[in-house]
C-alpha cells in the first residue's frame, strides 16, 4: 500500500514505515497484517468507522502500546526493536525515549498541567527532555504561543481557558519538543462544538505554515480535505483505499469508503 508520497523518491526515506503490523487485544484482531508509510513534510489523514484500528496506529507510535507481529521505524531507526548482533531484539527503554523524542502528540485530552501557567506547561518538557535553557525554551515558548493565538493568555492557568484554549497549549506543547512528525487523535472530539473551527484553524495553520508531518485521525472530513496530502481509509483494521483527499472524497473506489463518507457527511 502506497503512503503519503505514493512512494515517489523525491519525497525522500520514509519517516514513518509500519511493516507488517499486527496488533490483538485479546481474540480482537485490530490492526491485521499492516503496512504502510509516511514521507517527510507529508500530512496524512486516517479516516474511517469506531474500531478500525486508527488510534492503535498512533498509540503504537507512542509506544502506550506494543506490536504483537511486525516492525515499526521513525526516521529510519526502529521503535520498538533494535539490533544486537544482526538480529532485531526488543528494545530497551533507552533505546525507545530516544526514538520517540522524534514523535509529538496532541490527545482528545489536553493532558496540561493545572498547576503551570501557559508558558511553563510549553516549556517543561524542553527544559527537562531536550536539556534545553530556560531563555531558548521561552523564545521558542512564545513563538508557539503566538502562533496558536494565545499571547494575551500566557500567563493564565488551564482552569482560565477555555477547553478549545486548552487544546491549543496542547497543540504549542507537542511542537515546542520539534518534532519531525506530529499525531493529531481526534483532538476535536473532546470540545464544544462552538469551539472545534477555532482549533481546526489553528492546525490549517500549522500544516501551511510549517514542515512538520502529520498523521492525523479525524472524523472531521472537511479538516481532512483541507491538510491532506493523502487520505488513507481504514476498517477492520487494514487499508480499504489510500489517495489524495480529491479523488478519496471526489470519486472513491471502493464501495465500503463510498458508505462511510454517506454516513458522515
Do not use: W
Request: aromatic share 4%.
Amino acid at each position: 500500500m502506497p503512503g503519503a508520497g505514493d512512494g515517489r523518491r523525491e519525497d525522500g526515506p520514509e519517516l514513518i514505515r509500519f511493516q507488517d503490523v499486527t496488533k490483538r487485544f485479546g481474540e480482537l484482531t485490530v490492526l491485521d497484517d499492516l503496512c504502510f508509510s509516511v514521507y517527510p513534510r507529508k500530512h496524512v489523514t486516517l479516516i474511517g468507522p469506531s474500531g478500525s484500528g486508527k488510534t492503535t496506529i498512533l498509540r503504537l507510535l507512542m509506544t502506550l502500546v506494543k506490536p504483537d507481529e511486525g516492525t515499526i521505524t521513525v526516521d529510519g531507526e526502529h521503535l520498538t526493536h533494535e539490533e544486537r548482533h544482526g538480529k532485531l531484539v526488543p528494545a530497551g527503554e533507552k533505546h525507545v525515549r530516544e526514538v520517540r523524542k522524534k514523535i509529538g502528540m496532541v490527545f482528545q485530552q489536553f493532558n496540561l498541567f493545572p498547576n503551570m501557567k501557559v508558558l511553563r506547561n510549553v516549556t517543561e518538557a524542553p527544559v527537562h527532555v531536550l536539556g534545553l535553557s530556560k531563555d531558548e525554551a521561552e523564545a521558542r515558548a512564545r513563538d508557539l504561543i503566538e502562533l496558536v493565538g494565545l499571547t494575551e493568555h500566557i500567563d493564565k492557568y488551564p482552569t482560565q481557558l477555555s477547553g478549545g484554549q486548552q487544546q491549543r497549549v496542547a497543540i504549542a506543547r507537542a511542537l515546542a519538543m520539534r518534532p519531525k512528525v506530529l499525531l493529531l487523535d481526534e483532538v476535536t472530539s473532546a470540545l464544544d462544538p462552538e469551539l472545534v473551527a477555532g482549533v481546526l484553524d489553528v492546525l490549517r495553520d500549522v500544516a501551511h505554515s510549517t514542515e512538520i508531518t502529520m498523521l492525523c485521525v479525524t472524523h472531521e472530513m472537511s479538516f481532512a480535505r483541507d491538510i491532506s496530502d493523502c487520505v488513507m481509509m481504514f476498517d477492520k483494521g487494514r487499508i480499504v483505499e489510500a489517495a489524495p483527499p480529491e479523488q478519496l472524497f471526489g470519486d472513491p473506489r471502493h464501495q465500503r469508503t463510498r458508505d462511510f463518507l454517506r454516513s458522515v457527511q
